[in-house]
């Protein structure tokens, strides 16, 4: 498997009120081609539930190697429109929307396009609380950092990660409405 794949989410209780993100990593660790999995976890004072999204998408980039192939999975179509589709309009207007209003969240913007720009990634939607195992997975971390709950986070191989445990190489998304590129 030579993409890595990443899922996140965000949660904020309150907006803005404390937040917390999650991101799950899958890559090869090694030249001997194992599958390994780490999981991440953030928290926020004050912050919303679109800055977690984001921050969880630049933490997981920067956690990663500066190379090709990379899947974004998330369930976030703020997240999703504004990097792929939003972002060039708002560069050529020197960071204001068509409204001429300074863009919310442009520090966040221009660090997570400083990482996209290292490597060529591949956003990908999915359906929130459906019962995707990674997305469902990366809420909980969000939200247990968002409440300041204990929660184990893994970092291993695939073996002996306790969600999509099956023989296939990448994990199967059910994706949303089509893949965003």
């Not at 990443?6 to 001997?32: C, F, H, Q, V």
């Amino acid at each position: 498997m030579n993409k890595i794949i990443i899922y996140t989410d965000g949660s904020s209780r309150g907006n803005p009120g404390p937040g917390g993100w999650g991101a799950i990593i899958i890559s090869n660790k090694n030249l001997e081609s194992r599958i390994w999995v780490k999981e991440m976890g953030g928290r926020e004072e004050g912050t919303t539930n679109n800055r977690m999204e984001m921050m969880a998408a630049i933490v997981a980039l920067q956690n990663i190697p500066e190379r090709n192939g990379v899947e974004i999975y998330s369930d976030s179509e703020y997240l999703i429109n504004g990097i792929t589709v939003w972002i060039k309009n708002w560069q050529k207007n020197n960071w204001r929307t068509k409204d001429k209003r300074e863009v919310l969240n442009k520090d966040l913007w221009q660090k997570l396009l400083v990482e996209t720009e290292k490597r060529s990634v591949e956003w990908k939607k999915v359906l929130g609380h459906s019962g995707h195992e990674f997305n469902d997975r990366c809420d909980e971390i969000a939200t247990s950092f968002a409440d300041r709950e204990n929660i184990k986070l893994y970092n291993g191989s695939r073996d002996g990660y306790k969600f999509h445990n099956d023989l296939t190489p990448y994990p199967s998304p059910r994706i949303g409405e089509g893949n965003h590129s």
